[in-house]
């Protein structure tokens, strides 16, 4: 159940399995195994790593915490050319640029065409991100696109070839990868491990509990969840994975090599967090779920303020009414943080979508509410521009990345980026598009009267030549500052680097510092005594891909990098972006919208109408 103790539950076992692991170790005198802790998210991740270094200490103590993705990442690396046929140095596409690049195949296929004209570019790109969520589906469930609609298909296939020729992954293909290399490694790979456990269970897919049962020895799996909160069916969540885990699976079993059994199963059923009225309420909504594990949700703790339904009749009522609430909560619970952990907002206003978040924010923004938006497009704009330009460092075949820069960087001068990139193409077919621009400003240079057009075109191939240069020389954190050089909108992103709290800056000085072994592995522990201060130029290379896969995983994830909002302002921001924090007071908008909300008697849905009031 929410609020139960799962997440302390789960520290305590990694503990206790890390000793055991340990005496057992001592006793035949060898090396000890890892024990595995997966979790969802990368908030989880971080959460869980703070609490066994409370328990454990720092440095390497025979644990590793890791998302799903940060594990079939580093799988992927390491039997890249072995098992999956790809090189090692590849880096992870954003979901925008991969977008942008199907884009542009939509615009020249007249099959994705709704009508007899082409469509155009924002047009060419909502079809993209139809697509891309539909491939996205196909590889998080592990499902054929044979039997995908014609157009799906097709845009499977281009953007497979992309990938391929420009050396990018998307990070729905990192699990699927993982699975492909547990198959053909999984013997080695279990040797590795002393136990897998599973944070939120309830967010997992058939691959990613397929790949979690590959890595551990027979039986030795622990998987914590709330079935009740299963709320990513649409990323391939399966709240079924309870009951193929609980009663035993044939299909897990032979995949772990080892004999179909079923689980023991612990209920932790008191919530320690959430008033009786809360809990209460929430119970009433979740008892209605056909697939739900038996299990009754309680408190000991006092009644608490009771849940509010406001019907509004129009949506500009809806956002006054909002206005006023987080006028009043702000003044009861947002005058201070409480510390630790839970320092930041107190009061947060969720939504659904991102279409309902505009408005919110639109008249937020109006009434002067101090507040934090989760994944503001300002922020991901500009951290997409530096991650982009250090993407071409450590990739030069990244096409993806040298068009992106080519806009940020004002290379195409008057011209239209997609019009000049065109031109670039056809001009340099067999080059990729960071040798054409070096191609093309020695063109220019060599002709009269081209001086200025030459330098144009060369300031991208210079910037990726010093910053290469930079690399192999400087700290991460200094080369992040030296990239900002050369981007105009390096006013903002230096105030993001500026900020101590923002993964930008702490995932390169963990990096920096020797404290990070690959991605959401070891991010916890501390400097170890005679590492090299120097590492070698390979070794820098791969940390800039590190922190890359970081920032990429990041901004796909929940849309933004995790700052530390400071308490005062109301957090803003989708369901789903809420997920793993706490506040005081919640205001969920336009409830009206049923699909994440079950009801048993239909006459219900005309009593809510817009927004909900929850107190904690």
Known sequence: GAGSGKTLTLVRRVVCLVLRERRRAAAARESYRTVLALTFSRAAAREMKERLTQALGYGPQGYRVATFHAFGLSLAREFAEQVLGRRHDFTLASRKESAERLAAHVMTETAFWESSEAPTHKEALKIAGGLLSAIAKLKTTGASAEHASPAVRDAFAFHERENERLNTADMSDLVRWANEVAAAAG??????????????????????????????????VTVVGDD???????????VRNFQRFARGDAELAAVAGGAKRGARVVRLQRNYRSSSMI????????????????KEVFTTRDAGARVRVVSCRTTDVELDVVCAELRRALAAYGAAGRGGALDGPRVAVLYRTH??????????????????????????????????????????????????????????????????VAALRRRF???????????????????????????????????????????????????????????????IADRLLEDE?????????????????????????APR??????????????????????????????????????????????????????YDYVLVCRVNNLSLIHISEPTRQEAISYAVFCLK
């Not at 136990?195 to 990613?208: G, I, K």
């Not at 009740?228 to 399966?238: N, R």
């Not at 639109?362 to 330009?389: D, F, M, N, S, T």
């Open 187 to 220: 013997p080695e790979l279990r040797s590795r491990h002393a136990h897998v456990l599973v944070d939120e269970f309830q967010d997992t897919s058939a691959l990613q509990l397929s790949l979690a049962t590959a890595v551990a020895p027979d039986g030795c």
């Open 228 to 238: 009740d909160q299963s709320i990513y069916g649409f990323q391939g969540a399966e």
């Open 279 to 294: 809990v209460e309420a929430s119970c009433a909504v979740v008892r209605a779920n056909k697939l739900r594990l038996k």
């Open 355 to 420: 279409n309902v978040g505009k408005a919110v924010r639109a008249a937020l923004k109006k009434a002067k509410i101090p507040a934090y938006v989760c994944g503001l497009r300002q922020r991901q704009a500009v951290v997409l521009e530096v991650c982009g330009l250090l993407r071409c460092v450590a990739n030069g075949r990244d096409d993806a990345a040298v068009e992106r820069c080519v806009r940020a960087l004002k290379v195409h001068g008057d011209e239209e980026p997609d019009d000049f």
């Open 429 to 491: 077919p067999r080059d990729g598009l960071l040798d054409a621009l070096r191609a093309a400003a020695a063109e220019a240079a060599a002709t009269k009267g081209q001086k200025r057009r030459a330098k144009t075109l060369g300031r991208l191939p210079d910037a990726v030549d010093t910053l290469r240069c930079r690399v192999a020389e400087l700290p991460l954190r200094g080369v992040l500052t030296r990239c900002l050089t050369y981007l105009p909108s390096a006013n």
């Open 501 to 525: 709290d923002n993964e930008l800056v702490e995932y390169a000085d963990a990096i920096d510092r020797g404290a990070v072994v690959d991605d959401d592995d070891g991010a916890a522990a």
């Open 529 to 582: 005594e005679g590492r090299r201060a120097s590492p070698s130029e390979d070794e820098r290379f791969a940390n800039l891909r590190l922190w890359i896969d970081r920032v990429v995983a990041a901004l796909d994830e929940d849309g933004d990098l995790d700052q530390a909002p400071s308490a005062g302002r109301v957090f803003v921001g989708t369901i789903h972006q809420s997920k793993g924090r706490e």
